[in-house]
């Protein structure tokens, strides 16, 4: 991970305090290459139970539960303080061993950056702006079979609130992508830099010829010519897992020798459930009619696992609403993947349709599969445009050259305020 990073161009003794509610999240680059440099102290303030990074001292926070009284449009807000209470408590404790951080970076929106400038009023706060709600303009109003009403409006105005108190307590602010800066008010993006976290090119790289074993699995597609992946954390709408089911049914027909491999878990991370506990994959297993030989669900897989799947994918769906970008993305491009992307803001910040990949209508499943076809086809447009999606990420996401970025933004931040 830290090849051709120089470590020793970071000044002088840094006590840095991270906090991020899902350990080690957006920091899984940046807080492990700090706690490997001489006279830098790491602590980690996260809920995350389980994981650990070599020389990060890892402390967990335990928020107490809301109340079932609590408006409706507050319990955000209230979970949020929750968390920012028990991250505060364990941050004093810190504090009284004599951890006085120089820098704080923490991801906002959960509330656990909260009260750290209460607590440490002279140390620089940098907070992660991952996303800022908005009831139009944005993902909450794009899907036409989840409409707004003037409850849900007023809810999400709401829910915001602990992201604005962060906007007005930091000193600072990074943000992954333009899009995502770009839903912030106006007026704090000054305070907000594009920082992405970077993509590990070393480590999603192209490897041409890979065959599709996991054992665990119980997948072996060794020989299969025609491969069509999809990842995502979860099976739901804003990941436009319908539509690609519904054009997995519409592919089956026209490709009877391609397999599709669904990598992620029957579960929903940012939409709402369907009633009665049903799935979004039971849905479309039920409505639609499928060969289930040519079509394989892994469940969640460890990073070998699923960059082999990337490896081996001859065209990789990534859908997504106007939203945040999703590591999954980036990375299939940096493997070199052929990525048939949803055409939202997010991904074309990225992708250039047929210049590093294709961009297709998010609700059209026919569009879908014809670019897929096209993909799987044209092997002279196939490997040009892999070759463009690799040195796409090359040249603006590639790990190594953010992450001294990273780390001098840190330092600057300490010398402003020292």
């Keep these: 991970m830290t090849g051709g990073i120089n470590l020793t161009d970071v000044g002088g003794p840094m006590r840095i305090l991270f906090l991020h509610r899902s350990f080690p999240g957006q920091f899984r680059y940046l807080a492990p290459i700090l706690a490997q440099i001489k006279d830098i102290q790491v602590a980690f303030l996260t809920t995350w139970e389980t994981g650990e990074i070599p020389g990060v001292r890892k402390i967990v926070y335990r928020p107490q539960q809301g109340t079932p009284l609590t408006h409706g449009y507050l319990r955000g807000l209230e979970n949020s303080i929750n968390y920012g209470q028990a991250a505060y408590r364990e941050a004093s404790k810190l504090k009284r061993e004599g951890f006085i951080p120089d820098v704080i970076i923490g991801h906002s929106g959960w509330g656990s950056t909260l009260f750290m400038k209460d607590l440490f009023p002279k140390t620089p706060l940098i907070c992660h702006f991952e996303w800022f709600y908005r009831a139009h303009g944005s993902s909450l109003d794009f899907d036409p079979a989840f409409p707004l009403n003037a409850d849900n409006e007023a809810e999400i105005r709401i829910k915001n609130s602990s992201t604005l108190l962060d906007l007005a307590a930091c000193d600072g602010g990074i943000s992954p992508t333009i899009w995502q800066r770009h839903q912030f008010p106006r007026e704090f993006h000054s305070k907000i830099s594009v920082f992405h976290e970077g993509i590990h090119t070393r480590m999603f790289k192209p490897n041409p010829g890979t065959e599709l074993v996991l054992p665990h699995q119980g997948i072996d597609l060794t020989g299969a010519q025609e491969l069509v992946t999809y990842v995502a954390t979860g099976m739901e709408p804003l990941r436009g897992f319908p539509q690609f089911m519904e054009g997995v049914e519409l592919l089956q027909k026209r490709r009877p020798k391609c397999h599709v491999v669904v990598v992620g878990e029957d579960r929903v991370e940012y939409c709402n459930p369907l009633p009665e506990g049903k799935t979004y994959k039971q849905l479309a297993l039920e409505k639609g009619q499928f060969d289930l030989s040519r079509l394989h669900f892994t469940g969640r897989l460890s990073v070998e696992e699923y960059r082999r799947v990337l490896w081996a994918s001859s065209v990789h769906v990534y859908l997504t609403y106007p939203f ?95």
Excluded at 359 to 373: K, Y
């Design 324 to 418: 945040i970008l999703s590591w999954s993305m980036l990375e299939a491009m940096s493997c070199g993947c052929l990525v048939v992307g949803s055409d939202t803001p997010p991904v074309r910040e990225v992708i250039e349709d047929n210049i590093n990949g294709r961009l297709v209508d998010f609700f059209s499943p026919g569009q879908l599969v014809a670019s897929i076809i096209e993909g799987l086809e044209d092997r002279d447009a196939t490997a040009r445009m892999r070759q463009n999606a690799r040195e796409t990420i090359l040249d603006r996401y590639d790990l190594q050259k953010l992450l001294p970025r990273q780390i001098a933004m840190l330092q600057q931040a300490v010398t402003r305020t020292g």
